[in-house]
């Protein structure tokens, strides 16, 4: 399954990816990263793993993400033989020009159970709403806000001590074997 992720910053849900498929327990392989973002340490460390790793240019838009560059990026995709695209920590809202070149392949991780806590630092919400539980989602990215329909969740407890610093870590562990698990149901369909 050839893989396409898109991210904006560290990338350790890529790397949570890489280390499945070299664990051979997703059988897949990643054949291009893109970032939004140039500093963004997913792209340093797609390229110290021997990825090929790329930047998109959004001209300058700070969160906007054109449909001409939507169509680039999908081109690009496309070009590169990927089979489903992976969001990772990207911050930009697919839009339809990508959504219409991967119909139902596009996945996104997000750090709440959604539907509760869409958009961004879903585990600040979640501790200043005293949730007492929070996870993670894997969803099909549609063109809504992290609105998708839902492939699978984890949960995890908030503590009465969290800050949104310990919740996010803890989240994170459960993205990290989420994802690639939910990656491998879609090899060989
Ligand atoms: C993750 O918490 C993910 O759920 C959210 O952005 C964060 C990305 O982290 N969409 P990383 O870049 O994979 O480390």
């Not at 898109?6 to 051979?24: F, K, R």
């Not at 806590?117 to 585990?123: D, R, T």
């Not at 994170?172 to 074997?177: D, F, G, L």
Request: aromatic share 6%.
């Amino acid at each position: 399954l050839k893989l396409g992720v898109l991210g904006s910053g560290s990338g350790s849900n890529m790397q949570a990816i890489m280390d499945a498929i070299d664990a051979g327990t997703l059988n897949a392989e990643i054949v291009l990263v893109l970032s939004d973002n140039e500093d963004a340490y997913i792209l340093e460390r797609a390229r110290k793993a021997g990825l090929r790793a790329e930047v998109i240019d959004c001209g300058g838009f700070k969160t906007k993400f054109p449909d001409d560059k939507q169509a680039e990026v999908a081109r690009r995709l496309k070009e590169a033989g990927v089979e489903l695209v992976c969001l990772a920590g990207f911050m930009r809202l697919v839009k339809q020009p990508m959504l219409d070149a991967y119909p139902e392949r596009i996945l996104n991780i997000h750090p709440s159970l959604l539907p509760n806590y869409p958009g961004l630092m879903a585990w600040k919400q979640a501790v200043e709403d005293g949730a007492a539980e929070s996870g993670c989602t894997v969803h099909y990215v549609d063109a809504g806000m992290d609105t998708g329909p839902i492939i699978e969740q984890a949960k995890v407890p908030v503590l009465a001590d969290d800050t949104a610093e310990t919740l996010h870590a803890r989240i994170q562990v459960e993205e990290h074997r989420l994802y690639p698990e939910v990656i491998s149901q879609f090899v060989g369909k």
